[in-house]
C-alpha cells in the first residue's frame, strides 16, 4: 500500500493528512470551511485515495492559510506515498460535466512545478470561502507536488457546479496519473531515468 502521514504547525495552521494512494475513497475530513470540506470528499471519492486530514487554522483572519496550507500537506503527502515514482502512469487528464459546466484537468508528475488556471467565477464567495482561494489551493498543489497542473473550465452558470467539476476532473486525474502500469512496475516514467 502506498501510504503517507504528514504533519505541519506553523503558527498560522496545525494539520494532520494521512493518505492511501490505493484505497477505496474513504474520507473523513474537517478544515472548519464547509464547502473545502465537500470538495476535499468530492476529491477522495472520485480519486480512490483514502483521506483523513485535520486542519486547525486561523480562520478569524480568513481563510487563505487555511486552504493553502492543506494543499501543501494534500500534495506532501501524495509525494510520499508514491516516493520515486516507479511505475506510474505520470500523465493523467479527464473531461467532467456537472450538469451545465464543463472542465478539464490535465497532469503531469513531472518533477517541474507548471500551474495553468482558466476558470472564470462570477461570484466573490461560494458559501463562506472567496472563490479566489481556489486558485490558491491548486496553485500550492502544484508547487509542493512539483506537477504540471492545467485546469480549464470551458462554460457553465453556476459557480458551485464550476469548481465541483474542477475538483472531479482534478481528482480523476490524479487517479490516473497514480495508477501503477504493470507492465513499467519497477521502471520510472520518464526517458531520463528519474523525475
Known sequence: MRTAKVNRNTKETNISCEINIDGTGKNEIYTGIGFFDHMLEIFSHHSLIDLKLKAKGDTHVDFHHTVEDTAYVLADAINRAIGEKRGINRYGFFYITMDESLSRTVIDFSGRPEFIWKVKLGLKKIGEMDTELFHEFFRAFCNESKCNLHIENFYGDNNHHIIESCFKSFARSIRH???????????IPSSKGML
Open 177 to 187: 496519473a497514480l495508477t501503477v502500469d504493470e507492465r513499467i512496475k519497477n521502471i
